[in-house]
Structure formats: C-alpha cells, structure tokens
C-alpha cells in the first residue's frame, strides 16, 4: 500500500495566491513526514519535517505544513505565492530507515 | 559541511558503454540511497544501503545495474552495458539512524545521457 499519497501532479496558482499542495499518508505508518522542493535541474532539498513538537510546522521560504492525526494529511501551504515558489513539491514519509516518497506536484505560478 | 557529494554531475556516452556513478555521503550518516528520476517514472529508489551493507535492491531495474559501498564514505552505481533508456537523473541521498525525524540529505545528481 502507498505510504504516502500527493493529490494532483500538477498545481497552478496566481502570483500571490494560496498555495495549498495535499499531502496524505498512510495510518498504518508512524509520522515522521517531510516535504521536499526540488528546482529545476536541481537536487531534492528539505523544506520543512514534522517532529512532534507542534503539529504546525514552519519552514524556508514562507511555507507552513499542518499535521492533522484525525486526516492522516500533512498539507504544505503558503499564503502568498512568488514566482519563485515555481518547482516540484515531495511529500515523503520515514520508516524505520527507509523513506516513501509521494508523486510530486509541479507547482506553477502564473503572474 | 560539503553535503552530499556526486560525480560526474553530467555523462554523455553511447549505448553499450560502462557507466560508473560516484557518491560520497555526509561524514556520520549511515544510510545511503541511490535515486533515478524520469519524466515518465518520476522519482524510483534503486537501492539501499545501512551501514554500508545493501539492504533493498528491488528498485535495480536489471543486472545491468550494480551498485557498491565499499566503505562509509563511498558508493559506487554502476551500468554495464548501459543502454539509451537508462538515460535519467541519479540523485544519491544520505541520511542517519539515530533519530527517524532526521532527513534524507541529497546531492545535486549526475544527469545521464545514452545515446
């Protein structure tokens, strides 16, 4: 069964919009969840993880992800979308020492 | 800290010919992972290792594919005879054991071109 389900490969936005990219994973694995931009022609890098801490996580470049237990979702979200922000999204999950990764969602900004 | 180390970062051969990936993971991480990225596959995990010692190769799409970690520093993925469709991105990624919420860290690719 997938670990980890991204709903929509691709996302577009306007310039300044909400980005809301969903992440769905799997009640049968423990949370150790991350999300991942990777850029064009350019590495996978982290952009924010899930620690227990807080279920609302904070990381680069303005995005947020929320941990909802009762949803089993980790959706990635920032509110104002830059053109920049322009890049492919993963949403992944840990298991012991291994990691699932889901599909990806290219995320486009239309200015 | 260098991160996670991959060479070449671009290879050009033609079909038939011996590739050799290179990748150094970042000092004190135990797990390493090798990666292959397509438009029409998207991101496939070849193989695993833990402590230098494979641990899930299922993802090693044929015997052309081999992979080696000779020692905690160094990995090696290696096609032999590569073919056109072997043609990708391959990221290696490196991670520790000691806490599951630490991340995979992943180098910056070898982009591979079979012609």
């Known amino acids: 069964a997938q670990s980890v389900t991204q709903l929509g490969s691709h996302v577009s936005v306007s310039e300044g919009a909400l980005v809301l990219l969903r992440c769905n994973y799997s009640?049968?694995?423990?949370?150790?969840l991350f999300w991942y931009v990777q850029y064009p022609n350019q590495g996978l890098q982290l952009l924010l993880k899930?620690?227990?801490?807080?279920?609302l996580v904070k990381g680069i470049n303005g995005f947020e992800a929320e941990f909802k237990k009762s949803e089993t979702s980790f959706h990635l979200t920032k509110p104002s979308a830059h053109m920049s922000d322009a890049a492919e999204y993963f949403c992944?999950?840990?298991?012991?020492?291994?990691?699932?990764f889901g599909t990806g969602t290219s995320l486009t900004v239309i200015p | 800290d260098a991160g996670v180390i991959q060479s070449p970062r671009h290879e050009v051969t033609e079909m038939g010919q011996e590739v050799t990936l290179r990748c150094k993971p970042i000092?004190?991480?135990?797990?390493l992972f090798w990666y292959r990225q397509t438009m029409m596959r998207g991101l496939e995990l070849l193989i695993y290792?833990?402590?230098?010692?494979?641990?899930?190769d299922s993802g090693m799409p044929e015997d052309r594919f081999s992979a080696k970690m000779p020692n905690a520093s160094f990995s090696t993925l290696k096609i032999q005879p590569s073919e056109p469709r072997d043609s990708a991105v391959y990221f290696c990624?490196?991670?520790?054991?000691?806490?599951?919420?630490?991340?995979?860290?992943f180098g910056p690719g070898t982009r591979l071109t079979v012609l």
């Open positions: 899930y620690t227990s801490a807080a279920t």
């Open positions: 992944a999950v840990r298991t012991g020492n291994q990691f699932y």
């Open positions: 009640s049968s694995v423990p949370p150790y």
């Open positions: 990624a490196s991670s520790t054991n000691n806490d599951r919420y630490n991340e995979q860290f």
């Open positions: 000092s004190g991480h135990n797990s």
């Open positions: 290792f833990n402590n230098n010692v494979p641990i899930d």
